[in-house]
């Protein structure tokens, strides 16, 4: 089991909504992982949000002229994710059994998704994502190191993240502390952009 699953029991759609609505309605910006994909790849590119929750990332990408597909395991996130946006596509599946075709431009991977896949998938996820890019493509995952940025206890490392990824083909790109893109400094939460091989 994921340990979004364990967490959340796979029914914290609408209140996982309500939180973000409210944060917004408070002034806070809830774009920031829209703006920093946007800035990577080209209006139209395709992109896939991984670990898409309610789909906030996705739809918001989809506003901007990207071609946007969304999957989750947690069913109760993509029932609001379908609702905000029917016209977009929502799949259901463990990122680590995701498969498609490598036709995405980049693939993201925001809000803890990697920290909160189930112990011991995480290089599997990663070269599931990886598997879905083109070559050239971009795979973007911002996750926490700590307990301060973490609903679970610290597993993944930056060094094992980055393993993963050079199993998988993907060449590190940059490497941020937020998604506004600050310079990374060894602090507990890591923006990390990978290119998948054969550009």
């Known amino acids: 089991m994921n340990r ?22 408070s002034g806070k910006d809830m774009h920031g992982e829209a703006r920093f994909c946007a800035a990577l790849v080209p209006a139209g590119a395709r992109v896939l949000d991984a670990g898409c929750g309610t789909g906030r990332v996705a739809i918001r990408l989809a506003e901007l002229g990207y071609d946007c597909t969304g999957v989750d395991v947690d069913a109760s996130m993509l029932a609001v994710a379908r609702e905000q946006a029917p016209g977009l596509p929502w799949r259901r599946a463990d990122l680590a059994a995701l498969s498609v075709e490598p036709e995405f431009d980049l693939v993201v991977a925001a809000g803890n998704v990697m920290a909160l896949v189930a112990p011991g998938t995480e290089a599997t996820v990663v070269a599931r994502l990886a598997g879905a890019l083109r070559p050239g ?14 609903p679970v206890p610290p597993g ?18 940059d490497r941020f502390a937020t998604w506004d893109a600050a310079p990374y400094d060894g602090g507990g939460y890591a923006v990390s952009v990978h290119r998948r091989d054969g550009v």
């Not at 094992?160 to 060449?171: K, N, R, S, T």
Request: with cysteine.
């Open 137 to 150: 493509g971009l795979l973007v995952a911002g996750f926490g190191l700590d307990a301060a940025h973490l």
């Open 156 to 173: 993944l490392t930056l060094a094992e993240y980055d393993a993963h990824c050079a199993a998988a083909g993907l060449a590190p790109v």
């Open 4 to 25: 979004w699953t364990e967490l959340t029991g796979d029914t914290s759609g609408e209140d996982y909504a309500a939180r973000f609505a409210a944060l917004a309605r």
